[in-house]
């Protein structure tokens, strides 16, 4: 089956500007969480959604939002981008059942802020 | 969620067993382990993970000891596809869904040929 989907896998954008990045899940999985991978914090958790409804969300500015649609499909927007905001954004999929299986992350969207 | 520590890094060589250890010492009784790896530009990968038995799948084994407050990752027999970072997640588990991952700076594992 396939596997998490992100779009684009390179963006470069100029700093003031905002981006939004998608995320397509694998098939069946009601959740999407968002992280955040640079050099200096590593890998940092943004927020989940679960049937269009964040339920959580990490240490970051209001800057950073998302979404997600009713058939999972999820979008984060980041907007007054500053070169900080430069990382990897990955997103991860999981499924709704009470079995334990993991997540499964995309290959990510590699962001560029000049 | 219960904080981690791992060695910075580690090598082994190619076809032998690695074993990564992780610290946890104050997990709580409900909290699993779970590891995941990322190979250099990619997403990270789910490998494993356990609540008090040692488990086994067809990546990877967990032993994870009596008192919980550690636990070990045995890659059988490594190969030089298994170089990544290895990250030791304790975390609560939340079947109706799904709560953030904590990583912390994982495990630089080195399959030397």
């Known amino acids: 089956k396939a596997g998490v989907t992100q779009t684009p896998r390179y963006l470069i954008k100029t700093r003031g500007q905002q981006v939004t990045l998608s995320c397509s899940p694998i098939?069946?999985?009601?959740?999407v969480s968002w992280y955040q991978q640079t050099p200096g914090q590593g890998l940092q958790f943004l927020f989940e959604y679960f049937s269009e409804t964040q339920r959580n969300k990490g240490n970051f500015p209001g800057r950073f939002s998302g979404r997600q649609f009713s058939n999972s499909r999820s979008e984060m927007n980041v907007s007054t981008l500053e070169l900080g905001d430069s990382a990897l954004y990955l997103c991860?999929?999981?499924?709704?059942?009470?079995?334990?299986?993991?997540?499964?992350f995309g290959s990510g969207t590699r962001l560029t802020v000049v | 969620d219960a904080k981690t520590t791992q060695p910075t890094s580690m090598d082994c060589a190619e076809g032998r067993a690695a074993n990564l250890p992780c610290n946890h010492s104050?997990?709580?009784?409900?909290?699993?382990v779970y590891w995941y790896r990322q190979i250099h530009s990619q997403g990270p990968q789910y490998i494993i993970h356990?609540?008090?038995n040692n488990e086994t799948n067809e990546m990877a084994s967990l032993i994870i000891t009596e008192d919980r407050k550690s636990s070990t990752l045995i890659l059988p027999h490594a190969t030089l596809r298994d170089t990544a970072v290895y990250y030791c997640i304790v975390r609560l588990y939340s079947g109706g869904g799904a709560d953030g991952l904590t990583f912390g700076k994982g495990t630089h594992l080195i399959i030397q040929p």
């Open positions: 098939s069946g999985h009601r959740s």
């Open positions: 991860a999929s999981s499924s709704a059942d009470r079995g334990i299986s993991g997540y499964t």
């Open positions: 356990g609540l008090k």
């Open positions: 104050t997990i709580s009784g409900n909290e699993y």
